[in-house]
Antibody
Framework: EVQLVESGGGLVQPGRSLRLSCAAS????????MHWVRRAPGKGLEWVSG????????KYADSVKGRFTTSRDNGENSLYLQMNSLRAEDTALYYC????????????WGPGALVTVSS | EIVMTQSPATLSVSPGERATLSCRAS??????LAWYQQKLGQAPRLLIY???TRATGIPVRFTGSGSGTEFTLTISSLQSEDFAVYYC??????????FGQGTKLEIK
């Protein structure tokens, strides 16, 4: 059974940093692209970042470019999101997602990690 | 960046009736479009990929159509469990994806 479990969320002050992790199991992690998606309170889904299976391609939404860094450790079956210079508008539930096939959407999602940026 | 626009924002339909949801892309995404369903307190679920192919386990009452810039998700004979928020997503430029803002399907 495929499982994605996010961790590392919490309350953080504006300007500070936070690192999310996603532990993957039930599939061959190193074969798939992975992504981060967020949903802010009262808003819709926003794609945040995607990383190829070999980490050679990493892309970010304009809203987080230069502040967030995505990485992965295929030996540990883990995905990471380093979030720096956090803003109130980064407050959201952050989902870890798995590419479906060779990138035709997301077939598995974690339950999400809540990040709240507030003083 | 490709902008995805969904309409309407809210759709009120009675159980047993048909619902039609629309999604428009700011530029062609070919058939690189997916639909998701999200219920309150749950993660989204993949319904349709490739604009018209149902994902594993998705009932046949869900039908996706369209290509290029205009897409439609049709749910025939709405069931109580279908009332949720629906999102379209383009994946034309992997791994840079974008979602529409969502359509809330509510009971009339």
């Amino acid at each position: 059974e495929v499982q994605l479990v996010e961790s590392g969320g919490g309350l953080v002050q504006p300007g500070r940093s936070l690192r999310l992790s996603c532990a993957a199991s039930g599939f061959t992690f190193e074969n798939y692209g992975m992504h981060w998606v967020r949903r802010a309170p009262g808003k819709g889904l926003e794609w945040v970042s995607g990383i190829s299976w070999d980490s050679r391609t990493i892309k970010y939404a304009d809203s987080v470019k230069g502040r967030f860094t995505t990485s992965r450790d295929n030996g540990e079956n883990s995905l990471y999101l380093q979030m720096n210079s956090l803003r109130a508008e980064d407050t959201a539930l952050y989902y870890c997602t798995k590419d479906f096939a060779s990138g035709m959407g997301f077939d598995y999602w974690g339950p999400g990690a809540l990040v709240t940026v507030s003083s | 960046e490709i902008v995805m626009t969904q309409s309407p924002a809210t759709l009120s339909v009675s159980p047993g009736e048909r619902a039609t949801l629309s999604c428009r892309a700011s530029q062609s995404v070919s058939s690189n479009l997916a639909w998701y369903q999200q219920k309150l307190g749950q993660a989204p679920r993949l319904l349709i990929y490739g604009a018209s192919t149902r994902a594993t386990g998705i009932p046949v009452r869900f039908t996706g159509s369209g290509s290029g810039t205009e897409f439609t998700l049709t749910i025939s004979s709405l069931q109580s469990e279908d009332f949720a928020v629906y999102y379209c997503q383009q994946y034309n430029n992997w791994p840079s994806y974008t979602f529409g803002q969502g359509t809330k399907l509510e009971i009339k």
